[in-house]
């Protein structure tokens, strides 16, 4: 069965620093891979996404997501994070024959200033 | 992408009473979601709901319980039917649009039963 593993629950930062969150799929096809955020209280946005090409994806917000095959992961980063970056992040697979997604746990993002 | 609104933004309900919830997109759309997200969970597809045929349930997701309405492309309503504190969760519903291959999500609904 599909599924997508997000291994950090909560991650810490601080602001201006670098941040990776990981993500780890499993998934027999070529998959479609997206990254959204939650804000606190808010519904889900759409940073990036991966369907096929250039493995290095660039999003909104300054994020970027590097899809590795070999690794089958969808690491997003950015270079800096600011305060306003926290909230919750949420790796999800497309699948189901192109109509259902699947997302991981999550992982909740904290910035100290 | 496209506007999506739901009505209610929140609600707190009655052990045993039902709601029902609204989406309404801004353009015409093939395909429309229904998700749960459970207090500090992740989000779990209910109900693919399409226009003109009947919704398909996703496994542990019953039509008696989550009856789905589809009357045009640009609006769909979840009922969450007597419900019980369990079924306190964000609903959130979703298109695909405007390529069928990426969704973007309402901003939910906040739904607790006392």
């Known amino acids: 069965a599909q599924s997508v593993t997000q291994p950090d629950i909560h991650i810490t930062v601080s602001e201006g620093a670098s941040l990776e969150l990981r993500c780890n799929y499993s998934y027999g096809a070529t998959p479609y891979l997206f990254w959204y955020v939650q804000s606190p209280g808010q519904g889900l946005q759409l940073l990036l996404k991966y369907f096929s090409g250039d493995t290095l994806v660039q999003g909104i917000k300054g994020f970027e997501a590097e899809f590795k095959r070999s690794q089958s992961s969808f690491n997003l980063r950015k270079p800096s994070v600011h305060w306003s970056d926290a909230a919750e992040y949420f790796c999800a697979v497309l699948t189901g024959g192109g109509n259902k997604l699947t997302f991981g746990t999550g992982t909740q993002l904290k910035v100290e200033l | 992408s496209a506007v999506i609104s739901q009505k209610p933004s929140r609600d707190i309900c009655q052990r045993g009473t039902s709601l029902t919830i609204q989406c309404q997109v801004d353009s015409q759309v093939t395909m429309m979601f229904w998700y749960r997200q459970q207090p500090g969970q992740s989000l779990t597809l209910i109900a693919t709901?399409?226009?003109?045929?009947?919704?398909?349930?996703e496994s542990g997701f019953v039509i008696d319980k989550f009856p789905i309405s589809r009357p045009n492309l640009t609006f769909s309503t979840l009922t969450v039917s007597n419900m019980s504190p369990e079924d306190s969760s964000i609903y959130l519903c979703?298109?695909?649009?405007?390529?069928?291959?990426?969704?973007?999500f309402g901003p939910g609904t906040r739904l607790t039963v006392l």
């Open positions: 979703s298109v695909g649009a405007p390529d069928a291959d990426t969704q973007y």
């Open positions: 709901a399409n226009q003109g045929s009947e919704a398909t349930y």
